[in-house]
C-alpha cells in the first residue's frame, strides 16, 4: 500500500460506533466555554462515539465489486470514518495543524475506498488523492490532513469518500476566534408571585476572543433584556431576566444564546409561582334603590397583605381567553369590511390609476384599528356601574379603596359581575354588583271609566286626570290602540311631562260605528317605568234595522258561460238612513266570469275549457246596484246576475254591510247548479288525398248537441306548428250550438312535406273538463317535378384565370314553385355556378351558367350537384383543361407602358398589386433586360429627393419595380411599385422583364415583358433680377414715403409651373400696378413661356420709433412640382440720428454715509448722420424720488447688478463731507405727519414712514430693493426707500447700530434737489458718425437717503434715451445673537463649543475680524484663549454667519474670558465667557497613607500651616468684620482678567489657588466637622444596638433625640431653602444638615477640627484634608503639565485630546484598608462607600483581576453614571481558607472614567488561631473599624447622604451667587 493509505489494526483508542442517530445537544454556557477553550488534540480524544456519514449517493456494485453481498446493512457505510468530522479549533495563524482521519473497512470482505478533496489554499490530503485503495476486512486505512490558516477566522471544506457502494462526505471545519458570554448553567428565582414581575440581573462578561454579535431569546413566562447587541472583548454586559407567571405551579424554560458564528447555548430557568395573601374585602356589593338619572354610591376595599406591590385592573370578563375571543371577532368583522370596501372600491374605480395607492391607504387604516384592537387592555367600562378607579397600584400590606357609582336608566333590577385582574393572584377575584333602578311614580286618579250606553256616530266627551307621586318627573306617552273600538277614542294630550308632585287633565273622545258592548284598556308607556299604565273605559253602542223580501234566491240548473238573472227588494225598518254596501263573500276577487258571447266574438280569452282561469277565483255573480242609501221607512229593488264559470252546486249568501255600523249585518241565501252540454262529431275522420305540397284544400266537419242546454264550441289552434308535416286551420274555429241543434265547420290543410301524413285537430267544449274532441285530417304530400338538360358538360381546352361559362336549363314541369340550389363536389372547385339557387316558377324553365375559371394548367374534372326541394338531387359531370400563367395584375401592365414628361429630381410612380390565382407557389424575379443584376441593385438605392449633386451612374437603369423579387403563395396579393427617378433632364427607354419559378420547378421561365419609357425635364425660370437694395437717410425735415423696384419672371421650361412666393415684411410683392398681391393667394400659374411682371414695395416708415433699423429678407420662391428653390435677397436700410449707450440702468446699491461714487458709461454715435444731444432729468415725481431712511433698512435681496465695462471709475475716490454741510429743511418737525392721519395711497412725504398696512398695492417695494427699470411697469412709483416692518418683525438695533444713526436721529426731512445727489458731465454736444464719448454719471452720498432718478439724453431728430440711476446711503448694520456665553459647569480638561450668530441686518454688505486671535487650532486650543473659526470673513446684506467658540478652560473653579469682533470700521463688540471648571471625583470612607511621600507630606504640612493662619485670623476678625461679598462676575464694572494658564502667569495662577484655598477651607471645614459628629453619633448607636438587642429601639430613640437637642443653636441661613427635600418612598428622609451661615461658620469650625490627631503616623483619615490635598494636587500637576507643553516650540503648543487627558491623570496617596487578623478558614468581610463627590454623573471601573489568587474579592467590578453626591457600597470579602499563614497584601486600583485612578491598598494577616480584640477601638489608629464594629449594610445606593450636605455648602452657581446648603438639586 502507498503511504497513507496503511492497513492497520483498529485500536483501542478509537470510540465505539453509536447504536442510535445523534441527538441534538443543548449545550450549556459553561459545557460551551469548556469546549471552545479545548485544544484540536483535546477536541479529538474527547469525542464519545463514532456517527456513520451520511450517504449521498449510492452506487451499483454489481458493476464495481467483484464481491455482490454485503454484511453491512445498506442504508449504512461499509467504512467507519473517526474523526466523523475533522474539527481545528484554537489554531495559530501560519502555524500547520495536522489531524489523522482514519477509515475503518466494516464488512467481512476487502473493500476498496478513494477518498478526494477539492483543491484549497488551506487545507491538504497527505497521501494519495483520488486512487481506490484495498482495505481488508475490519483493518483501518489511516490519512492526514495538514490545516494551514492565514488568519482566526471560520473555515469550511470538505473529503469525498468513494467506496464501491456508496458515496458520503466527511466535513472539514476550523473553529476561528469565538465570543463566550458567561452566562450561568442555571437561573432558579424559586418562589415567586404570581402576575407579579420577577428580575434577576446577571453581569455577563465576554471571555472570548472576538466581539459578540448575539441574540437572546426565551420562552413564556421568562422574558430577557436586551434580546440583541454585540459586546467588546472583556466587556460587561448586564442582562435582566424577568420571571413573570400567569399561572401557580412551577415554570421552566430555557433562555437562550445564539451567536452569529452560529452556536447556542442554553440557561435553564427555573421558578414557582404561588398566589399571595390579596382579596376583596367582599364578594358583592348591592347599592340601594336608585331613581333613574339619580345616582348611588358603595365601595368595596382590596386587602394587600402580601410583601409586593400589586397592580390591579378591573375588567368585564372572568378570563383572558374570553378577553381575546372578543378582539379576535372584532379583528374578524373588520378584515370583513376591509375586503368588502376594497371590493366596492376596485369594482368603483377600474380605471382609476392611483387605486394602488388608495387601496394602501385604505389598508393602512384598517390595520391601526386592527392594531388598536389588539393594545386594548380592555378595562371595564359599563353605562350604568362605573368603577374608579378602574387601574392602580397597591404597595404592601395596604389597602385600595374602589368606589362604585350607580346610575340606572330603567327601573328594573341591574346585575353585573366585573372581575379584578390583580398581580399576585392567578385568577381575576370576582365582585357581584347588583342594584335596582326605580322609575318615576305616576298613577290614574280613577282607573276604569264607565260611559254606559250610546248611540252610533255620536260624539261623547270625558276626562282623566293623572297624577306623578315620585321625586323625579315622569314622562308618559299614549300607545295605540290594536282593536277597532280602541282606536275609535281620542286622548288629548297623547304625550307630556309631569314634574314631581304634579297632574295632568287628559281629554277623551269617543265616536264609533261599531254596535255592542264593548270594554277597553288603554295603555300609557312611562319611560324607565317596569310596566305601562292601564285605564280601562267600558261600554255599550246600538246600532240600526233592515230585511229582504224573499227567503232565499234560487237560480237552479244554470249553463256554463251563459248569464241568469233573479231580482229582490231591501227595505229599511229604522228611523235613520242606512247606507248599505252588497256583496257575495264566497264569490271570486279576480276578473269577472267569461260569457258564451265573449268566446264566440273574440279569441283572447285563455281558456275554453274550465273558463277564466288565473291566480284568483273568477268573479260570477254581478249585484245591481251593490251600494246605496236608503232612507227611513224606504225600500231598494236588487238585481243578481249569474254568469257561473263553475262546474257544480252553490251554496252561498248575499252579505249586506251598514257604513259606520259593521260588517255583515245581514245575510240572504243563493243556491244553483252549473251544467256543460256534451257534443259529438259525425265525422271524426276526415279524408284530403294527394295535395301539393304548400297548396290548400278544404273539408266539412258536422257537430251536433243533444242535450237541453245551450253548448259553445272551439277548435283549438293547431300547436307546434312550425314542426308539423302538415298545417291546418279552420276560418270558423268557435260558435255556440242551440240545445238539439247541429252545425257545420270547414277544415283547410296544407301539406309542408312529401309522404302519407295522419294530422289530429282537438275541438273542445266551453266549460268542458273532459278531453277535446279528436279529428284526424288524413293527406299525401307530392312534392315539384324539374327536368335538367345537358347532363354533361366539356369545356375542352381554355386560358387559365379566366371565366368560360355553359348554360344549363332547370325544367318545372308542377303546378308549385320549385327551389332549387346547385353546389360543386369537388373541394376548392375551379367551377362556379350562377345563380347558386333559386325558384323555378309552376310549368317555367330557368336557365343555370356553369363557369370554370381554372388556377393551374392541366386538367380539371367535378361534378354539379342540383338540389330540388323536395325532389330528386340531379348529378351533372364537367371538364376542362387549362393553359397559360396565373400570376395577373390589377392595372394594365402590358407590353408596353408609356409616362408623360416628368419633372427630374421627383420619382415617377406606378403602383399596381400582383397576384398569384394559380395553386402553386411562385418566385418572381424582376430585371431589366441590358442590366446585370449588381447594377440592378445600384438603382435600388436611389431614392427621392436625391438632389442634382448625387448623379447615378449611367449603367443602372431608370426604373426599378420594388420588390425585385418575391414569392406568391396561391392566392397571395402583395403591392408592387413602378419607380423611375432620373437627377438630370433626359429622355429613358427600358424593357421590365418577369421569370418564374413554378412550383418545385428547377429553372426560371419568362412570363411576363413590359417596355417602359418617359422624358424627365427641369424647370427653367428667367429672374431679372438676384439683388434688390433700399436706402434712406432721414434728416429731421425729411418725409418717408412707399418705394418700389420691379422684378419679373419667365417660365422656360416645356411644363407649366405654380410658383409660390414668399417674403416678410417691411417688404410687399405687389403686382404690375404695384398692387401689394393677398396673403392667401393661390400659387402663381405660369405656362410655358409665360412671363411675369411684379414689383418690391419697402415701407421706411413700418418703425414707429426713430431708431435706425435694417431689414434684411428673403425673396423664397418654390415650386409646387419640383424641389428645387430659387431665393432673391431684399435688403433695407433706415438710418435716424441715434446713439448706443453702454447701460439702460445704473445702480450704484447703498454706499456709506458722507462718501460719493463715479460709474463711467460709454456713449456712442452708431449713425451715418451727426448727432447732437443734450441731458436733463425727468421732472415727473413720480418717478423720481428722493427719501429719508430713519432707520436702517432690513435686508431684501435684490437682483445681480449688470456688469460694467472696464471703463468704470474704479479708482476715483470718495470725497468725504459732513453732515453740517447739507442743507437745513425749510419745515423742522412738523413736517412728519401721523400715519394714521396720511390720506390712504398719498405719496410719502421726505422722510415720511406709512404704516403697511394703509399702503397702496402699487407702494414701493418694500426694504429698498432696486428692480431693473426694463422690468417695471410704466408710471410705477418704485423707490429705495425703506418701509418700517410691523412691531412684531423689527429685530432690535444693536448698540453699535445705534451709535451710527445717532447723528441722524434729529433729521426729518431734506429739501434736496436732484442735481444735489445725481449729476452728468458732459452735459451736451455734438458727435460726428462713428465717434465715442465717456458720460460721468456721480452719486453724492447724502446721509440716509434713497433715491432714483431717470436721466434723459435728447438727441435731435432721434429718440430719447433714457438710464435709470438709483442708489442709497446707510451705515452698516448688524446683529450679535449673544454677548454673554455662559458654559456652566464643564470639565476643566474638555474643549467646550458654543456658538455666536453674526447676522448683517443691513443692505451693505462688510467684513468682519476677531482682534488678536488665538493661533490654535480648534481641536486643541490653548487654555483661556478662544478660538473663533472662522475667524474672519465677509457677510453679505441679509445673510448671517454662524461662529463657532472652542475653549479650554485648563483651570479649576470659576474662569472667565472675553473676544472682540469688529465689523468694518465700527467700534468692536466685546462677548464674555464664563463657566466653572471641574473633575470627575470620588471619594471612600477609608483613610489615606502619605508617609513616605515627601510630595504628598509637604502639602499636607501647608494644609495644616493655612489652616492654623485661618483660624488665627478669623478668631480675630469674626465679630468686627462683616461678612465679604463676592462680586458677580456679571458686572459690567469688573475689569478683564487675565487667564491664570496664559504663558508667564505661572506664579498668578499659585496666588490664586492660595487664595481660593483660604476662601473654601473655613465653610467647608464647619460643614465636614458637623456632619462628622453626627456620622460617629449614629456609629456609636448602631454599636450600641448590636450589644444590646433588648433595648435597641429604646436606645436609638434616645441617641437620635440627645443628637438633636444638644447641637448648639446657629442663625439660620440668609437664604432660605429654594428646592424641596426628595421625597422617599422606601427609606425614612434623612436629618437634614444644619450648616451655619456665612456670617457664624467660622470660628467654630475652626476651633472644632484637630487635624493633628488625624494624620498622625502619615495617615489622613478627615474626608475634608482628603479633598483639599486633591484638589492641591490637581492644580499642581496643571501646572506642571502647562510648563511642559509652553517648552516645546510654538506649532507644537496645542492642548490636544492626550495632553488634556494627562491634566487629570494625577498620582493621589493610596487608601488604605486592614482587614486585620484573620483565623486561617475563616472569612472577613468589610463595606468601602464610595462617593461621588463631583458635580457631574461619574462611571468606574474596578480592577478585581489583580485580587486572584489573594483571598480578597469584591461584589461588585464596575458603576456607571453615579449620580451627584450619591454613593455605592461595595463589600470587600477576605477568604482565608486556601492561603497560608502570614500577611497578605494587595493593591486595587480603581479607574475613574475621563480622570484619574484612585488605589486601595489592603491588608490582612492569616494566622492559625483567633486574636481577641479588647477595648473600645481607637479612632484614631490607622486600622479602620471592622465589619461588626460599622453596623448593619444597608442595600443599594444611598440618596442625600451627608456627603451632599458636605460638598453642596456654599458651592457658587453659574450667576456667581453662593449657594446655600439646604438647596438639594432636584
Same mark, same amino acid.
Given at each position: ?23 441534538p ?9 469548556k ?12 469525542i464519545?462515539q ?5 450517504i ?6 454489481? &458493476? ?71 482495505v ?60 407579579y ?7 455577563v ?8 454579535c ?16 454585540? %459586546? ?8 435582566t ?26 440557561? *435553564? ?44 385592573q ?19 368583522r ?5 375586503n ?23 389598508? +393602512? ?48 333590577v341591574?346585575?353585573?359581575?366585573v ?8 385568577t ?19 282607573? &276604569?271609566?264607565?260611559i ?13 286626570v293623572?297624577v ?19 282606536s ?25 260605528t261599531?254596535? @255592542? ?29 233592515? +230585511? ?15 248569464p ?35 268566446? #264566440?266574438?273574440?279569441?283572447? +280569452?285563455?281558456?275554453?275549457?274550465k ?21 227611513s ?11 257561473s ?20 249585518? *245581514? ?19 276526415? !279524408? ?6 304548400k ?73 268542458s273538463e ?24 366539356n369545356?375542352?381546352t ?32 375551379r ?11 309552376p ?10 375559371n ?34 395577373v ?5 402590358s ?27 411562385h ?48 392566392g ?7 419607380? @423611375? ?30 417596355d ?11 429672374i ?8 434712406v ?35 410687399l ?8 398681391l ?6 402663381i ?30 425673396l423664397?420662391?418654390r ?38 461714487q ?9 449713425s ?16 423720481n ?28 475716490p ?42 397702496p398695492?402699487?407702494?414701493e ?8 427699470p ?17 412691531s ?43 465717434e ?13 437717503i ?15 434715451y ?14 450679535l ?18 456658538e455666536v ?15 488678536d ?12 484663549e ?21 475653549? %479650554?478652560?485648563?483651570?479649576l473653579?470659576?474662569?472667565?474670558? #472675553? ?8 467700534e468692536?463688540?466685546?462677548?464674555s465667557?464664563?463657566?466653572? @471648571? ?6 471612600l ?9 515627601e510630595k ?10 493655612? %489652616? ?14 462683616p ?9 459690567? @464694572?469688573i ?13 498668578i ?7 481660593? &484655598?483660604e476662601? !473654601? ?15 460617629? &453619633?449614629?456609629?456609636?448607636e ?6 444590646s ?11 437620635s433625640?440627645e443628637?438633636?437637642?444638644?447641637e ?88 490636544d ?29 468589610h ?41 455605592e ?12 499563614v ?9 479607574k475613574v ?5 484612585v ?13 481577641q ?10 486600622t479602620?473599624l #471592622? ?40
Open positions: 500500500m502507498a503511504s497513507g493509505f496503511q492497513g492497520t489494526e483498529v485500536k483501542s483508542h478509537i470510540p465505539k460506533l453509536a447504536r442510535e442517530a445523534e441527538k445537544v443543548m449545550l450549556t454556557p459553561s459545557a460551551f466555554q469546549q471552545m477553550s479545548l485544544t484540536t488534540k483535546q477536541r479529538l480524544a474527547s464519545p463514532i456517527n456513520l456519514p451520511q449521498v449517493q449510492h452506487r451499483d456494485m454489481s &458493476e464495481t465489486s467483484n464481491h455482490k453481498v454485503s454484511a453491512v446493512d445498506p442504508d449504512q457505510t461499509l467504512f467507519h470514518v473517526f474523526p466523523s468530522e475533522v474539527v481545528f479549533q484554537n489554531y495559530i495563524p501560519h502555524k500547520v495543524c495536522e489531524m489523522p482521519l482514519v477509515l475503518r473497512n466494516r464488512d467481512m470482505v476487502p473493500r476498496l475506498v478513494k477518498v478526494t478533496m477539492e483543491s484549497s489554499p488551506y487545507f491538504q490530503l497527505v497521501g494519495p488523492s483520488g486512487a481506490y485503495r484495498k481488508p476486512p475490519g483493518m483501518c486505512s489511516t490519512l492526514r490532513i495538514i490545516f494551514t490558516p492565514w488568519e482566526n477566522k471560520d473555515y469550511f471544506h470538505r473529503l469525498i469518500c468513494t467506496t464501491e457502494r456508496e458515496e458520503f462526505i466527511v466535513p472539514l471545519r476550523a473553529i476561528g476566534a469565538r465570543a463566550v458570554l458567561d452566562f450561568p448553567d442555571q437561573l432558579d428565582f424559586s418562589v415567586c408571585p404570581v402576575k414581575s420577577t428580575e434577576k440581573t446577571l453581569m462578561r465576554n471571555l472570548g476572543n472576538r466581539e459578540a448575539y441574540q437572546i431569546s426565551t420562552q413564556s413566562p421568562f422574558s430577557v433584556t436586551p434580546t440583541m447587541g454585540t %459586546l467588546g472583548i472583556g466587556d460587561i454586559l448586564q442582562v431576566v424577568v420571571f413573570h407567571p400567569l399561572q401557580t405551579g412551577d415554570h421552566s424554560g430555557s433562555l437562550v444564546v445564539h451567536y452569529d458564528t452560529g452556536e447556542d447555548t442554553h440557561t *435553564s430557568l427555573h421558578g414557582s409561582a404561588v398566589n399571595v395573601h390579596i382579596r376583596l374585602d367582599r364578594n358583592a356589593v348591592t347599592v340601594e334603590k336608585t331613581y333613574i338619572t339619580l345616582s348611588n354610591h358603595s365601595t368595596v376595599t382590596i386587602l394587600n397583605h402580601s410583601h409586593v406591590t400589586a397592580r390591579f378591573w375588567k368585564a370578563f372572568a378570563t383572558q381567553e374570553e378577553e381575546d375571543q372578543l378582539k379576535q371577532r372584532f379583528c374578524h373588520l378584515w370583513q369590511e376591509e368588502a370596501q376594497a371590493d366596492n372600491f376596485l369594482e368603483w374605480s377600474r380605471a382609476d390609476t392611483t387605486r394602488g395607492e388608495r387601496l394602501s391607504l385604505l389598508s +393602512h387604516i384598517y390595520q391601526n384599528e386592527r392594531a388598536k384592537v389588539q393594545g386594548d387592555p380592555m378595562l371595564f367600562f359599563d353605562d350604568i356601574f362605573t368603577i374608579k378607579p378602574v387601574e392602580g397600584e397597591i404597595w404592601p400590606n395596604f389597602s385600595a379603596e374602589i368606589s362604585v357609582t350607580f346610575r340606572p336608566r330603567e327601573a328594573r341591574y346585575k353585573h359581575a372581575y379584578c385582574d390583580i398581580s399576585g393572584h392567578e381575576r377575584l370576582p365582585l357581584r354588583l347588583i342594584g335596582e333602578g326605580l322609575g318615576p311614580r305616576l298613577r290614574f286618579l280613577f282607573e &276604569e271609566l264607565d254606559g250606553k250610546v248611540s252610533v256616530i255620536s260624539l261623547h266627551r270625558y276626562k282623566a293623572l306623578n307621586k315620585g321625586p323625579i318627573e315622569g314622562l308618559f306617552s299614549l300607545l295605540p290602540p290594536t282593536t277597532a273600538v280602541g275609535c277614542f281620542t286622548f288629548l294630550p297623547q304625550q307630556g311631562i309631569i314634574p314631581p308632585d304634579g297632574l295632568q287633565a287628559i281629554s277623551i273622545s269617543f265616536r264609533t261599531i254596535p @255592542g258592548e264593548f270594554k277597553e284598556e288603554f295603555q300609557f308607556s312611562v319611560p324607565q317605568a317596569p310596566k305601562p299604565l292601564t285605564f280601562t273605559i267600558r261600554g255599550y253602542v246600538i246600532g240600526p234595522t233592515f +230585511h229582504f223580501n224573499v227567503r232565499a234566491l234560487h237560480f237552479g240548473d244554470v249553463p256554463f258561460g251563459f241568469r238573472t233573479l231580482s229582490c227588494r231591501l227595505t229599511n225598518t229604522s228611523l235613520m238612513p242606512m247606507a248599505f254596501t252588497l256583496h257575495i263573500p264566497e264569490d271570486g276577487s279576480g276578473e269577472p266570469s267569461l260569457n258564451s258571447s265573449d268566446q #264566440t266574438s273574440s279569441n283572447t +280569452h285563455p281558456s275554453w275549457r273558463g277564466a282561469q288565473g291566480l284568483m277565483k273568477p268573479m260570477e255573480f254581478t249585484i245591481t246596484p251593490c251600494r246605496g242609501t236608503i232612507c221607512q224606504a225600500f231598494q229593488d236588487i238585481q243578481v246576475t249569474l254568469c264559470n263553475t262546474v257544480g252546486p252553490y251554496q252561498m249568501e248575499l252579505v249586506v254591510d251598514v257604513v259606520g255600523v259593521g260588517k255583515k249585518v *245581514s245575510a240572504l241565501p243563493i243556491t244553483a247548479r252549473c251544467v256543460v252540454p256534451p257534443l259529438r262529431a259525425l265525422n271524426p275522420i276526415m !279524408t284530403f288525398g294527394r295535395c301539393y305540397l297548396v290548400p284544400y278544404q273539408k266539412m266537419l258536422k257537430l251536433v248537441n243533444d242535450s237541453d242546454f245551450p253548448g259553445c264550441y272551439r277548435v283549438l289552434p293547431q300547436e307546434h306548428k312550425e314542426e308539423d308535416a302538415v298545417w291546418y286551420f279552420t276560418p270558423q274555429p268557435r260558435g255556440t250550438i242551440k240545445a238539439h241543434s247541429s252545425v257545420e265547420i270547414p277544415f283547410i290543410l296544407k301539406t309542408r312535406l312529401p309522404g302519407e301524413h295522419d294530422t289530429i285537430a282537438d275541438v273542445t267544449v266551453f266549460g273532459e278531453s277535446p274532441l279528436k279529428i284526424h285530417l288524413e293527406s299525401i304530400g307530392q312534392g315539384p317535378v324539374v327536368y335538367v338538360y345537358p347532363t354533361e358538360i369545356l375542352g381554355i386560358p387559365v384565370v379566366k371565366d368560360i361559362s355553359q348554360t344549363l336549363h332547370l325544367s318545372n314541369q308542377s303546378v308549385i314553385p320549385a327551389v332549387f340550389w346547385a353546389e360543386m363536389a369537388g373541394t376548392c372547385s367551377w362556379r355556378t350562377e345563380p347558386s339557387k333559386g325558384v323555378i316558377p310549368e317555367s324553365e330557368v336557365s343555370v351558367t356553369v363557369t370554370a381554372l388556377d393551374d394548367t392541366g386538367k380539371f374534372e367535378d361534378k354539379v350537384k342540383l338540389f330540388i326541394e323536395n325532389s330528386e338531387v340531379n348529378i351533372i359531370p364537367v371538364q376542362a383543361v387549362g393553359v397559360g400563367t396565373t400570376i395584375t390589377d392595372k394594365p401592365f407590353q408596353e407602358l408609356n409616362f408623360s414628361p416628368h419633372f427630374s429630381l421627383t420619382p415617377c410612380c406606378y403602383q399596381f398589386k400582383i397576384t398569384n390565382k394559380g395553386r402553386q407557389t418566385q418572381l424575379f424582376w430585371t431589366t433586360e441590358g442590366f446585370s443584376v449588381v447594377q440592378q441593385r445600384r438603382a435600388l438605392g436611389t431614392t427621392k429627393g436625391k438632389s442634382t449633386s448625387q448623379i447615378p451612374k449611367p449603367a443602372s437603369p431608370v426604373f426599378k419595380l420594388q420588390p425585385p423579387q418575391m414569392e406568391l403563395v396561391p397571395q396579393t402583395k403591392d408592387m411599385v413602378l419607380e @423611375g427617378f432620373s437627377s438630370t433632364p433626359q429622355k429613358v427607354k427600358e424593357r421590365l422583364l418577369c421569370h418564374a419559378i413554378v412550383g418545385k420547378e428547377k429553372r426560371k421561365k419568362q412570363i411576363m415583358q413590359v417602359v419609357s418617359c422624358e424627365f425635364i427641369f424647370p427653367l425660370v428667367q431679372s433680377s438676384r439683388e434688390i437694395m433700399f436706402r437717410e432721414k434728416s429731421p425735415s425729411d418725409v418717408l414715403t412707399l418705394l418700389y423696384k420691379p422684378l419679373s419672371l419667365k417660365n422656360n421650361c416645356s411644363l407649366p409651373l405654380s410658383i409660390v412666393l414668399d417674403l416678410k415684411k417691411p417688404f410683392i405687389c403686382d404690375v400696378d404695384q398692387q401689394p393677398p396673403e392667401d393667394a393661390q400659387p400659374k405660369l405656362d410655358k413661356g409665360e412671363k411675369l411682371h411684379l414689383h418690391i414695395q419697402f415701407n421706411p416708415a413700418y418703425k414707429k420709433d426713430l431708431y435706425s433699423w435694417v431689414a434684411e429678407k428673403t423664397n420662391m415650386f409646387m412640382e419640383h424641389p428645387h428653390e430659387e431665393q432673391i435677397t431684399i435688403r433695407g436700410e433706415v438710418h435716424f440720428p441715434n446713439l448706443h449707450i453702454q447701460t439702460k440702468a445704473l445702480d450704484f446699491g447703498y454706499i456709506m454715509n458722507g462718501t460719493e463715479v460709474d463711467c458709461v460709454a456713449m456712442t454715435n452708431c451715418p448722420i451727426p448727432v447732437h444731444y443734450h441731458w436733463s432729468f425727468q421732472t415727473d415725481s413720480q418717478v424720488t428722493i427719501r429719508f431712511n430713519p432707520s436702517p433698512p432690513k435686508f431684501k435681496p435684490k437682483p445681480p447688478k449688470k456688469e460694467r465695462d472696464s471703463l468704470k471709475y474704479s479708482v476715483l470718495r470725497r468725504q463731507f459732513s453732515a453740517e454741510s447739507v442743507e437745513e429743511p425749510t419745515k423742522g418737525l412738523e413736517a412728519v405727519q401721523d400715519p394714521a392721519q396720511q390720506p390712504a395711497g398719498s405719496e410719502d412725504s421726505l422722510g415720511a414712514v406709512q404704516d403697511p398696512a394703509q399702503q398695492a402699487s407702494s417695494d418694500v426694504l429698498g430693493a432696486v428692480q431693473d426694463a422690468q417695471q411697469p410704466a408710471g410705477s412709483e418704485e423707490s429705495l426707500v425703506a418701509k418700517v416692518l410691523p412684531t418683525a423689527v429685530e432690535p438695533l444693536s448698540l453699535e447700530t445705534m451709535k451710527g444713526l445717532r447723528q441722524f436721529t434729529g433729521v426729518e426731512n431734506l429739501a434736496l434737489r436732484m442735481e444735489e445727489v445725481f449729476d452728468v458731465q458732459p452735459l451736451f454736444g455734438v458727435l460726428q458718425p462713428g465715442s464719448q465717456h458720460v460721468l454719471f456721480t452719486f453724492f452720498g447724502h446721509p440716509n434713497v433715491a432714483r432718478v431717470t436721466a434723459l439724453c435728447h438727441v435731435e431728430g432721434g429718440p430719447t433714457e438710464v435709470e440711476l438709483s442708489g442709497g446711503t446707510l451705515d452698516l448694520s448688524y446683529h445673537d449673544t454677548y454673554d456665553i455662559d458654559f456652566g459647569l464643564q470639565l476643566f480638561n474638555e474643549v467646550i463649543q458654543a450668530t453674526l447676522q448683517n441686518t443691513g443692505v451693505i454688505g462688510f467684513t468682519y475680524k476677531v482682534l486671535p488665538s493661533t490654535a487650532r480648534a481641536d486643541s486650543p490653548l487654555p483661556g478662544p478660538v473663533v473659526v472662522p475667524s474672519t470673513g465677509y457677510i453679505e446684506p441679509g445673510k448671517e454667519r454662524v461662529l463657532k467658540v472652542y475653549y %479650554l478652560p485648563g483651570v473653579g470659576v474662569f472667565c474670558s #472675553t473676544l472682540q469682533i469688529q465689523v468694518g470700521h465700527l468692536p463688540a466685546e462677548i465667557l464664563k463657566g466653572e @471648571g471641574t473633575f470627575l471625583r470620588i471619594s470612607d477609608l483613610p489615606w497613607t502619605v508617609k513616605g511621600d504628598f507630606e509637604k502639602i499636607l504640612k501647608e494644609i495644616k500651616e493655612n %489652616l492654623q493662619e485661618e483660624r488665627q485670623s478669623n478668631e480675630a476678625d469674626v465679630l468686627s468684620e461678612a465679604s461679598v463676592e462680586p458677580s462676575m456679571d458686572d459690567p @464694572g475689569e478683564e482678567q487675565q487667564h491664570p494658564l496664559a504663558p508667564g502667569n505661572e506664579e495662577l499659585k496666588e490664586t489657588i492660595g487664595k481660593e &484655598e476662601e !473654601t477651607q473655613i465653610d467647608e471645614a464647619v460643614a465636614i466637622e458637623e456632619a462628622s459628629e453626627e456620622s460617629s &453619633e449614629e456609629s456609636s448602631e454599636s450600641s444596638e448590636e450589644s438587642e433588648e433595648s435597641s429601639t429604646e436606645s436609638s430613640t434616645e441617641s433625640t443628637s438633636s437637642t444638644e448648639p443653636s446657629e442663625e439660620p441661613s440668609e437664604e432660605p431653602s429654594e428646592e424641596p427635600l426628595e421625597e422617599t418612598s422606601k427609606e425614612p428622609p434623612e436629618k437634614p444638615a444644619k450648616v451655619p451661615s456665612k456670617k457664624t461658620s467660622k470660628v467654630p469650625s475652626v476651633a472644632a477640627r484637630d487635624t493633628d490627631s488625624d494624620t498622625d503616623d502619615g495617615i489622613v483619615q478627615d474626608t475634608w484634608v482628603q479633598r483639599e490635598m486633591e484638589l492641591m494636587l490637581i492644580k499642581q500637576h496643571v501646572l506642571e503639565q502647562h510648563r511642559i507643553v509652553t517648552s516645546r516650540p510654538l506649532e507644537l503648543r496645542g492642548f485630546k492626550n495632553v488634556r487627558q494627562k491634566l487629570v491623570q494625577v498620582e493621589l496617596p493610596n487608601y488604605i484598608l486592614d482587614m486585620g487578623s484573620v483565623t486561617r478558614g475563616d472569612t472577613e468581610t463595606t468601602v462607600d464610595i462617593t461621588n463627590t463631583g458635580s457631574l454623573p461619574v462611571s468606574f471601573q474596578i480592577e478585581t483581576r489583580v485580587l486572584q489568587d489573594k483571598g480578597f474579592s469584591l461584589d461588585l467590578d464596575q458603576v456607571q453614571c453615579l449620580p451627584y453626591c450619591n454613593t457600597r461595595i463589600e470587600v470579602l477576605f477568604d482565608s481558607t486556601n492561603l497560608p502570614g500577611e497578605v497584601d494587595a493593591r486595587l486600583p480603581i472614567t475621563g480622570s484619574y485612578t488605589h486601595i491598598h489592603l491588608f490582612a494577616t492569616v494566622t492559625e488561631h483567633s486574636i480584640k479588647e477595648g473600645p477601638p481607637d479612632l484614631h489608629s490607622p479602620p #471592622t465589619c461588626s464594629e460599622r453596623g448593619k449594610r444597608r442595600d443599594g445606593r444611598r440618596s442625600k447622604s451627608a456627603f451632599k450636605r458636605i460638598f453642596q455648602a456654599e458651592r457658587p452657581t453659574k450667576g456667581g451667587e453662593m449657594k446655600s446648603a439646604s438647596k438639594e438639586p432636584n
